[in-house]
């Protein structure tokens, strides 16, 4: 069974920025842990500065120094 790696609150980092727009954020907080899809975890994402959220799969993610992984 796949955990999520990452818990709520979790500030991370999109490692592909490939198909987003140049003025999509770099630094998210994780805002919701969402269904495994094909094998990887999902997160809901949201920046606060710029007011984006988006969905992510865990492979996609990596966490920021200020923060820790569960």
Known sequence: MVHHKFT???EVR???LVGLFPEAAETYR???LLPV???SPQYRLRNEVSRQERVSKEDNLTATH????R
């Open 14 to 16: 999109l490692l592909s």
């Open 66 to 69: 200020a923060t820790s992984i």
């Open 30 to 32: 994780i805002t919701a």
């Open 37 to 39: 899809l094909d094998r």
């Open 8 to 10: 709520i609150g979790t």
